[in-house]
């Protein structure tokens, strides 16, 4: 089974940016559509942004059009978030997660959390002045 790492979480100030990266080891990858998550305390997990295996199409949330940005390099077997403009809203642990489902129709992105069977241990954003 596919172990998911996060990492590029941390402390920024309102208004900043920062860039999470999600990389994949131990089977396949590159034949999955991928996600990534946040959570905050007392809250549902809820999918921030979702990206097609062959990174021809994206999802987003409202809450970060315009600010987030999902790539996947898949000869490197990592997917990224982009995240600019941040607001203290942003603020929760993000996870990245693979599509139960290999070679998913490219028409179709899946952005509940049943879809998803592999997750990573998450990494902390705090966005705070």
């Known amino acids: 089974q596919v172990q998911l790492v996060e990492s590029g979480g941390g402390l920024v100030q309102p208004g900043g940016s920062l860039r999470l990266s999600c990389a994949a080891s131990?089977?396949?990858?590159?034949?999955?559509?991928l996600a990534w998550f946040r959570q905050t305390p007392g809250k549902d997990r809820e999918s921030v942004a979702a990206i097609t295996w062959s990174g021809g199409r994206t999802w987003y949330a409202d809450s970060v059009k315009g600010r987030f940005t999902i790539s996947r390099d898949n000869t490197k077997n990592t997917m990224y978030l982009l995240m600019n403009i941040l607001k203290p809203e942003d603020t929760g642990v993000y996870y990245c997660?693979?599509?139960?489902?290999?070679?998913?129709?490219?028409?179709?992105?899946?952005?509940?959390?049943?879809?998803?069977?592999?997750w990573g241990q998450g990494t902390q954003v705090t966005v705070s002045s």
């Open positions: 997660a693979k599509d139960r489902i290999a070679n998913r129709n490219l028409n179709v992105i899946v952005t509940n959390i049943a879809g998803f069977d592999n």
């Open positions: 131990g089977g396949a990858f590159s034949n999955y559509n």
